[in-house]
């Protein structure tokens, strides 16, 4: 969840899809 939520913050401020798709990535890695 905490994880989660770094992306969903970090996705809202730079506001790029790229960036979005590279942190759903990295949120799998993780989980």
Not at 2 to 30: C, K
């Amino acid at each position: 969840v905490y994880e989660l939520l770094i992306g969903t913050t970090s996705s809202y401020f730079l506001g790029d899809s790229i960036a979005q798709f590279s942190l759903t990535i990295g949120f799998f890695l993780f989980a």
